[in-house]
C-alpha cells in the first residue's frame, strides 16, 4: 500500500493507458455487434451461425491473439493496437450475442403496435426495441468492460499492458508490493466503470424506476383496500 501512495503519479498514467486499451475495444464492439445483431435476431441460420463464430472467438486464449496479430497484420509487437484489435475480438465476440439476446427481451404486444402504427423494420429496432432492451443490454456491457479490464493486464506479458505493467516490474524486483498495488489499481478500476456504466443504465432508463414504484405500491394499495374505511 505504501507503494501506491508514493508512486501514486505513475499509477494514475498507467491507469490512463489501462482505461484507453480497455474501453476502446468495447466502443467498437458495441459499432459492430448492435447493427449485426439487429440484422440477424429474426433470421435463424445467420443467428445461429454468428453465435457459433462468436463462441469459438471467445475461446481463444488472449496472449496468444496478442502474439499472433502483429505478424499477420505487420504490426510491431509494442503497438497498443494489437492489444486493441485482440479485445476488440473478444467484445464484439460477448456483444453480438447479447445484442440479440436484449432485443427478445422487448414484449411482443410492443412490436406489434410499432408495427401497426407503420414504423419500418429499422425505425422500430432504433428507435423501440433497442432502447427498451437497453436495461437487458447494460448488464452484458457491464460485464465485457469488467472483462476488459482484466484482460489489459494480461497485454503486459508483451510490454503493453496499463497498469499489468506493475505485475511484471514487480515480479522481475521481487516486490511483492508493486504486484499488490496493480492488483488494488485494476479491483478499483474495474469497479468505477462498473459503477458508471450501472448508473448510466439507469439514466438512460427512467422508465423502469417508474414501474418498480408502482409495483412496490401495489401491496399498499391492496391493504388499504382490503381494510375498507376506518
Known amino acids: 500500500m505504501r507503494w501506491l501512495i508514493d508512486n501514486f503519479s505513475q499509477v494514475v498514467d498507467l491507469a490512463k493507458t489501462h482505461l484507453y486499451l480497455a474501453l476502446l475495444p468495447l ?3 458495441l459499432l459492430i455487434a448492435v447493427p449485426v445483431g439487429i440484422a440477424i435476431r429474426n433470421v435463424a441460420w445467420p443467428r445461429k451461425t454468428t453465435m457459433t463464430l462468436a463462441s469459438l472467438a471467445f475461446t481463444i486464449p488472449s496472449l496468444a491473439l496478442f502474439v499472433t496479430i502483429p505478424p499477420l497484420l505487420g504490426l510491431n509487437i509494442l503497438d497498443e493496437m494489437n492489444v486493441v484489435i485482440a479485445l476488440s475480438i473478444y467484445s464484439t465476440a460477448l456483444l453480438v450475442r447479447a445484442v440479440p439476446e436484449a432485443l ?3 414484449p411482443a404486444s410492443v412490436i406489434d403496435s410499432a408495427t401497426a402504427m407503420g414504423f419500418t423494420p429499422l425505425r422500430r429496432a432504433l428507435t423501440v426495441e433497442l432502447p427498451l432492451a437497453i436495461p437487458v443490454l447494460i ?3 457491464r460485464v465485457v468492460a469488467v472483462t476488459n479490464i482484466s484482460l489489459v493486464s494480461v497485454g503486459s506479458l508483451i510490454g503493453i499492458g496499463g497498469l499489468g505493467e506493475l505485475f511484471t516490474k514487480g515480479y522481475q524486483r521481487d516486490y511483492p508490493d508493486q504486484i499488490m498495488a ?11 466503470i462498473d459503477g458508471l456504466l450501472y448508473v ?14 408502482r409495483k412496490a405500491e401495489e401491496p399498499a394499495a391492496v391493504l388499504r383496500a382490503t381494510e375498507g374505511p376506518a
Not at 448510466?200 to 414504484?213: H, N, Y
Open 27 to 29: 466502443l467498437i464492439g
Open 104 to 106: 427478445d427481451s422487448v
Open 139 to 141: 448488464s452484458s456491457i
Open 182 to 192: 496493480g492488483i488494488i489499481a485494476i479491483v478499483f478500476l474495474a469497479l468505477v
Open 200 to 213: 448510466a443504465g439507469r439514466v438512460l432508463t427512467p422508465w423502469t424506476r417508474t414501474a418498480r414504484s
